[in-house]
Structure formats: structure tokens, C-alpha cells
């Protein structure tokens, strides 16, 4: 865990090679709870060691060893935002960004919905969700632990956004129809905690969207997959098994790509939720045929570029008009 105090000051590109300092802690597989691994990543997306390993069991990909929960409560409060996004409140880009994925999220939530249905989103970032979700007719709230992000939420759209933790949220046992999280559960040290408190929130038959990275994507460069804030890796396969231990039933309306699922809620776990046997050998294979260098010696990572760069192009164009 870096020991600076990043205040509310950009994070500079040699403040994020220093080297991760934090108490971590050996933990048993989130998913099946076995205690055999892989090493499958020794260095993060800036070079700096971190150790990440392939549970042998179920093929679920974690950090060990894992920070403790004082470790990432931290991290969370005072030093993710600038780490990841190089400052501790939005910048306009990233706000346009975030509004055109509300959309997206809104739209695709929609047909699931119904005016005045209640709506908690996990990980608000600046809030563009929730303020999208109101307009939508939904009564959403938000949590989201950084100050300055959940300052900003209030502030910039009026969303109401609890700047906490989803542990320690005042929010209220079964009063919810639907939990939206999106890009956050590979970010938490006890995903398997976390669904069970969702399980709590929602109504008897309320629903999960659930949305997070796939590790597995041929398409992501090797150098980008390790993160010192994405705890855990998720695959479908993952993703579901844990879904069905928890207590929920992955719908078939779900997103046929990734890790991006709907969930129902289940009076109680699915008993055979172990689908996929095969899974951690297709995970080492994975690892073992995609490496940087066959990554960089295909067109796939300059047709990403090019992409991006047209993206940004775009939006700078946008920036300037508004």
C-alpha cells in the first residue's frame, strides 16, 4: 500500500512507480476456498511487483497476498481515484465518459424496471448513475467510499450518495428492487461478503446487475491486466459459480460476452454451483498462450489504439463544444 498522503493533488506518473507497501495476508480462494495456486502475474501494469495467482480448484484469480480490509479501506478513501485516474475529483473527460455509460447502463437496465422501483448502485464514482437512474423515474441511491468522488456526486447532480463503504452504509434490509454494480467486485478483498450483503438489500425476488473486467480477454494487453486495486480476476465461468453460491440465479436474459450478468435472488444457494471443472486447465492454458509477446506481435494491440485514439479525438471535439 503506498504510505503518501495524496490529498487532493494529481497523482504523477513517477508517484505511481513507487512500489506497493501493505499488510497483506494468505487467504483461501474467495470462490471454492482452496488453498493450492499458480502464480500466474509477479508485476502490475506499472512494473511494480505484485503478485497475483490461478486458484488450481476453481480457476478464480486473486492477489496473494491478499491487503487486509484496513489495507483497502484506506486505499479506497484517500488514494484509488488519484492511483487509478490521476486525480481525486472527475475530470471533464472522464465525466463525459461516465454520462454516456449511465445512458448505456440505464438503457440496458430499463426493461428490468418500473417507475419509482428502488435502486442502489455500488461504487457511484461521480454519481452520473444514480443522477441518470432519478431521471430514468427510479428512486436510486449510490455508495461510494472516496470523499472527494462522493463530494462531487452531491454537489455536481444533487445524488444521493452515501460516502462510505457498502459495509457500513445505513441502508435498510430488503428495500431494494434492484442492485446495480458495475466494475467494482474485482476491486473488493471479499466478493463472496459482499453478495451475501446484497442478497440482504434486495426484495425477495429483486435482481443483481452485476458488470466487472474480464481477465480472460484476448483482446486486453498482458501489461494491463495486474492492478494493486483489482483484487480479484473474474471470468463468466467465476463470476456465475459465485453468483450460484450465494443465492442467486444468473438469468438467461444476461449479456452473451464477459463477466456481465443478471442475477434473481434466490430464497437460498444453488447446491451444485461447481459448473465448471475445466476451468482453472482453460485458465493456465490462457495465460500460458497469451503473453505480451505474442500480444504486441499481433495487430491487435495497434487496431486498439488507433481506436482509442479516434475515441479521444471525438471527445475532446465535445469538450470544446460544451
Known amino acids: 500500500m503506498p504510505t503518501r498522503n495524496l490529498g487532493n493533488t494529481p497523482l504523477s506518473w513517477l508517484q505511481r512507480l513507487r512500489p506497493y507497501r501493505f499488510t497483506g495476508e494468505s487467504r483461501p480462494c474467495a470462490l471454492c476456498d482452496g488453498l493450492e495456486r499458480t502464480v500466474v502475474g509477479t508485476r502490475d501494469r506499472y512494473l ?56 448505456e447502463r440505464v438503457a440496458l437496465l430499463a426493461p428490468l424496471l418500473r417507475k419509482g422501483d428502488r435502486v442502489l448502485d455500488i461504487g457511484s464514482g461521480t454519481g452520473a448513475f444514480v443522477a441518470a437512474a432519478d431521471a430514468a423515474g427510479w428512486n436510486a441511491t449510490g455508495v461510494e467510499p ?26 435498510t434490509p430488503g428495500s431494494f428492487d434492484l442492485v446495480t454494480s458495475s466494475h467494482v467486485f474485482e476491486h473488493l478483498p471479499a466478493p463472496q461478503q459482499a453478495f451475501a450483503l446484497v442478497h440482504r438489500l434486495l426484495t425477495s425476488d429483486g435482481l443483481f446487475h452485476i458488470h466487472v473486467p474480464d ?53 437460498q444457494p444453488v447446491s451444485d454451483w461447481m459448473r465448471y471443472p475445466q476451468h482453472p486447465e482453460t485458465m493456465q492454458r490462457f495465460f500460458a498462450e497469451h503473453t505480451a509477446w505474442r500480444h504486441f506481435t499481433s495487430a491487435t494491440p495497434y487496431r486498439r489504439f488507433f481506436a482509442r485514439m479516434s475515441r479521444f479525438s471525438h471527445e475532446r471535439r465535445r469538450l470544446r463544444k460544451s
Open 48 to 103: 511494480m511487483p505484485l503478485r497475483n495467482v490461478l486458484c488450481r480448484g476453481c480457476g478464480l484469480v486473486f492477489l496473494d497476498p491478499m491487503p487486509t480490509e484496513a489495507d483497502i479501506e484506506r486505499y479506497y478513501r484517500d488514494e484509488y481515484r488519484q492511483h487509478y485516474h490521476g486525480d481525486s475529483r472527475p475530470r471533464a473527460k472522464s465525466l463525459l465518459r461516465d454520462e454516456r455509460g449511465a445512458r
Open 146 to 171: 472516496h470523499q472527494g468522488y462522493s463530494a462531487f456526486a452531491r454537489e455536481h447532480y444533487q445524488a444521493d450518495i452515501h460516502a462510505t463503504t457498502l459495509e457500513q452504509a445505513p441502508l
Open 215 to 267: 481477465i480472460s480477454d484476448p483482446q486486453r494487453s498482458p501489461s494491463a491486466r495486474w492492478h494493486f486495486g483489482h483484487v480479484h480476476g473474474f471470468t463468466r465461468e467465476t463470476l456465475s459459480m459465485l453468483a450460484w453460491r450465494s443465492g442467486f440465479e444468473v438469468l438467461p436474459e444476461s449479456p452473451a460476452v464477459g463477466p456481465n450478468l443478471f442475477l434473481r435472488r434466490l430464497d
